[in-house]
DNA sequence: AAGGACTCATA
DNA sequence: GTATGAGTCCTTT
């Protein structure tokens, strides 16, 4: 049977001259992708092809050109090297005897092509010999892709596992994909995997733009920002079918090898092999070609330029630094900020503070930069004293970004700042909840059009950043008292835009601002860990998941890593055709707690998946990491609390999160045993009940619901009671389940459908108990109505208290998303209360403790709960006051309740 | 090294 | 169905 192999010369001319060694001949000319060819050429020639060619790309613009004038446009000229050698191949080619094809107007791969499927038509096998993926889209059967060089072949079925899709959508693929090399931009981050993914939901490129909006995260927005070029894209890697061409595949036949010419050829190149080869094995040795060492490659070094606006001075003396302490003392209101060699404000070492008390004019102190060479500086100590009467001095007002860390490192440094009063962190987010980020870079953009000097650019980053005490002090001076300077700059923005918002501006200085020092000496006083108990937690977890480990790898039949979900999928469904009932947000098969449940009747596998899964969640998130956290200076345990991250003005905690420690399963409520108090004293937890259902019957004013409230009664019993007609205490099981998943379904913004999912029930049953709760709390339905109507008109929500969230996604013209906003209108204004009011308590409370001689501190906030450490004697007086406090910090349709507890640890306090 | 996907802990 | 943070795996740069 006669075949056709067809070369891609141009493929693999930039592969040699990239690949090999840069060899060069006796007299000194490069010839190492010329030896990458004639290996190729002659491995080609054993196989003994009937037809073949060799094809070349022409010189001159080409039809993509036209469709896209930037096409190859950022491609560097052929490398002088390079260039050299093309002439000799040329000579090579032919005097071994291919046909050489070259066509103006069109490039090698559209040659290739049109004569492969000429060919195919014709019934003849073709095999494509290149080293570029894109042939990949011309595979079927009949037609095969070789890559001489790496010895790999590829059939449709090699295509499909090389790429992860089908031949037919590889120009899918590559559109999306684009090409760095040729200059087509595809969808940012977007490389052959996720590209697959999509292929693979979807199809087509068509209906994966028609399917954009469906796909979130980042990628997502990526590929709506591309949507406009993909149909250019695919226009641009389609490799044409349909050239005109002076040969017919028939035409493509070997012609006898010029032996004088090649002999000729090889011996001016140095081919001693290929010599040996055309000779018999009888000529000379020739010198072999030698490597040269590659050309050094400069180190450049970016030359990033430090733009320094303002009037930035350097604090280096004595006089200075009291030059500047009195201007401190003159200003109404002064802007500070740290630099330190940590992010960790509990460990990290001040290195310099600097301060602005008029735009533009700013100053820095370096006290600790140690690099080789760096100038004298002031002592650290010294500079504190002398700054101790301004920073200390609650009735000289101070402003930071951020100030909770540099409140945190002076008060570690011996300064007890008072008197801070306003945050430009805090501003922001007051001001636009809905907004993402408050740090300081992206305000000085968004409210000041300013692009400040990133920590980067005085640092760098990755493995080679270094320490703010390594950095030099002149470009230090520029950052950091630039840092000062933007944060007064930007308070006079913010406050002003505050100071037009009554409301706004009364949470962020009643409820807010208050907040700073407390949850600075929280996380001072951070929580004492019992280690030695976490670690035999550990050791029992480990055990226990080699085990279960084991026997999953028995059940298998090989062994797997149980961590992956994607490996595990493959075993799940592909292997054992175990039913995939649920998809993760991207499509694929998801092994989630959900899935797994759903199929554990059908294989022993998904139970004991399950079974690791807990024991690993709870040894690697918990009992194995919160030992590496325990601070060495107090050895404690210090949250961080993020005040200005959470869209709807809760708190959250992290490094590490104290707030989703496990209490719903025994081994994880053990963890709990873990975290004591010292020798005297006991741990009290006091958590607001059923806070957040309380607000939603204030917020609507339901009679039922507030009845339902009345007495004290178990919320869920009376509201079961309500909606199913029957007595207190004839309520079932059952009634009682159904009805707090509907209470806490309401408050989530929850559909039919949710609720179903969740009471496990049909759909429609889940919609009539959701009409007989309407029908009994009319109120909490029309409160419901009239939120979704606030959240449309005004694109946001409100708190109690007037704290407004934002609802970026409102008026999304994408259905999910917009349902999604409509949800969170409806959670928002409880979620956010409910932080609102543990708000105003946490700042009531801690004002009673300052003047309880330390007998207690609150060291940790969950949401709805606060936790003390209380001297055993204290304890009846801590939860009477601290109930109190709690109880009043809102005054709403319902009274609120708080319960308490105490005991050694926290699990015994709940 | 950075970032996304997936999973799962809390309120 | 709301709101978070974090660990592991995997892909991309």
Redesign the pocket.
């Known amino acids: 049977m006669s075949r056709l192999v067809l070369i891609d010369g141009s493929s693999y001319l930039f592969r040699a001259f990239h690949a090999l060694p840069p060899l060069t001949a006796p007299d000194g000319t490069p010839t190492g992708a010329l030896y990458g060819i004639v290996n190729m050429l002659r491995a080609t020639l054993k196989e003994n092809p009937d037809y073949t060619a060799f094809v070349l790309d022409a010189s001159g613009p080409t039809f993509r050109d036209e469709l896209y004038p930037q096409y190859k446009a950022n491609r560097p000229p052929m490398p002088e090297d390079l260039r050299a050698q093309v002439e000799p191949m040329k000579e090579i080619v032919q005097a071994l005897g291919f046909p050489l094809l070259c066509v103006p107007g069109v490039e090698a791969d559209d040659v290739i092509g049109t004569l492969a499927l000429q060919a195919h038509a014709a019934g003849i096998p073709v095999t494509i010999s290149t080293s570029d993926k894109d042939f990949a889209q011309l595979v079927r059967p009949g037609i095969t892709l070789t890559n001489t060089m790496t010895g790999s072949v590829l059939d449709d079925a090699g295509v499909m596992e090389k790429f992860g899709v089908r031949p037919d959508q590889v120009i899918d693929l590559l559109a999306l994909?684009g090409d760095t090399v040729d200059n087509v931009p595809g969808v940012?981050?977007?490389?052959?995997?996720?590209?697959?993914k999509w292929l693979g939901e979807y199809g087509t490129l068509d209906a994966v733009i028609a399917s954009a909006d469906k796909?979130?995260?980042?990628?997502?927005e990526n590929l709506r920002a591309a949507l406009g070029r993909l149909p250019l894209n695919q226009q641009l890697v389609t490799i044409k079918t349909d050239v005109a061409l002076d040969q017919a595949p028939s035409d493509l036949t070997l012609r006898p090898r010029d032996v004088d010419a090649l002999r000729e050829l090889y011996t001016r190149c140095g081919f001693g092999s290929a010599l040996r080869e055309l000779d018999g094995g009888s000529a000379p040795p020739a010198r072999g070609a030698r490597p040269v060492a590659p050309a050094a490659v400069a180190d450049e070094a970016p030359d990033a330029a430090l733009s320094a606006p303002g009037e930035y001075e350097c604090v280096l003396d004595a006089a200075a630094l009291q030059a500047w302490v009195a201007r401190l003392q003159a200003a109404e209101l002064v802007a500070f900020d740290t630099e330190t060699d940590s992010l960790d404000p509990m460990r990290a070492n001040l290195v310099g503070l600097s301060f602005c008390v008029e735009p533009g004019q700013a100053c820095y102190i370096p006290v600790g930069h140690d690099y080789p060479g760096a100038p004298a500086q002031l002592d650290r100590a010294a500079v504190l004293e002398a700054l101790r009467p301004v920073l200390e001095d609650a009735a000289k007002p101070k402003l930071g970004q951020h100030g909770k860390y540099d409140l945190h490192v002076l008060r570690r440094h011996g300064v007890d700042v008072r008197g801070y009063a306003e945050d430009t962190m805090l501003e922001s987010f007051v001001f636009n909840a809905g907004g993402q980020r408050h740090d300081m870079d992206t305000l000085a953009q968004k409210y000041l059009g300013y692009t400040t000097i990133k920590y980067e650019q005085v640092a760098g980053?990755?493995?080679k950043q270094i320490l703010f005490s390594q950095v030099a002090i002149d470009d230090a001076t520029k950052y950091a008292a630039e840092d000062a300077d933007v944060t007064l700059r930007l308070h006079r923005v913010l406050s002003a835009k505050l100071a037009a918002e009554p409301t706004l501006q009364a949470v962020y200085r009643d409820i807010e601002m208050p907040l700073v020092p407390v949850l600075t000496r929280m996380e001072a006083t951070g929580v004492l860990i019992d280690v030695a108990e976490l670690r035999r937690q550990s050791a029992d977890l480990s055990q226990r998941m080699m085990a279960a480990q084991q026997r999953a790898h028995e059940l298998a039949g090989r062994a797997f890593?149980l961590?992956?979900?994607?490996?595990?999928?493959q075993l799940l469904f592909e292997e054992l055709k175990l039913p995939a009932l649920?998809k993760?947000?991207?499509?694929?098969p998801?092994?989630?707690?959900?899935?797994?449940e759903a199929i554990a009747d059908q294989h022993e596998l998904p139970r004991l998946?399950?079974e690791y899964?807990?024991l690993?969640?709870?040894r690697?998130?918990y009992t194995?990491?919160l030992p590496d956290m325990v601070n060495p200076d107090t050895g404690r345990v210090h949250t961080s609390y993020?005040q200005a991250?959470?869209?709807?003005g809760?708190l959250?905690?992290?490094?590490?999160?104290l707030?989703?420690?496990?209490?719903?399963?025994e081994d994880?409520?053990r963890i709990r045993t873990a975290f004591i108090a010292p020798e005297g004293r006991r741990i009290v937890a006091c958590?607001y009940s059923q806070?957040e259902l309380r607000i939603m019957a204030h917020l609507s004013g339901d009679p039922g619901l507030v009845r339902a409230f009345e007495g004290g009664l178990d919320v869920h019993r009376a509201t079961a009671s309500e909606v199913f007609d029957v007595p207190l205490e004839k309520v079932s099981g059952d009634q009682r389940r159904a009805a707090k998943?509907?209470n806490?379904?309401l408050?989530?913004?929850?559909?039919a459908?949710?609720?179903a999912?969740?009471?496990g029930i049909g759909r429609g049953d889940a919609q009539d108990y959701i009409a007989l709760y309407f029908g009994k709390y009319p109120g909490v339905r029309d409160y419901m109505e009239r939120v979704r109507q606030q959240a449309r008109e005004q694109g946001y929500v409100e708190t109690v208290f007037g704290r407004r969230l934002q609802l970026n996604e409102i008026h999304s013209r994408n259905q999910a998303q917009r349902?999604?906003a409509e949800?969170?209108a409806?959670?928002?204004p409880m979620?956010g209360t409910?932080a609102d009011i543990i708000k105003r308590a946490m700042v009531s409370v801690q004002d009673w403790l300052d003047g309880q001689g330390g007998r207690a501190t609150m060291m940790m906030q969950?949401?709805?709960?606060l936790v003390f450490e209380v001297d055993a004697g204290f304890v009846d007086t801590l939860v009477d006051e601290v109930r109190r406090r709690m109880v009043a910090a809102a005054e709403l349709r319902v009274a609120l309740v708080v319960d308490v507890g105490s005991g050694s640890n926290w699990e015994e306090a709940h």
Do not use: W
């Open positions: 994909m940012d981050k977007c490389g052959p995997k996720t590209a697959a796909i979130g995260g980042k990628i997502g980053k990755g493995a890593n961590d992956s979900p994607k490996q595990l999928g649920v993760t947000p991207t499509g694929a998801s092994t989630n707690e959900e899935a797994l998946v399950l899964r807990g690993a969640k709870l690697n998130t194995d990491k993020h991250g959470a869209a709807t809760r959250s905690s992290n490094d590490p999160n707030q989703n420690i496990p209490i719903r399963t994880g409520r958590d806070i998943a509907i806490f379904g408050m989530y913004g929850m559909s459908f949710g609720l999912k969740q009471l349902a999604g949800r969170a409806i959670n928002a979620q409910a969950v949401h709805d709960e």
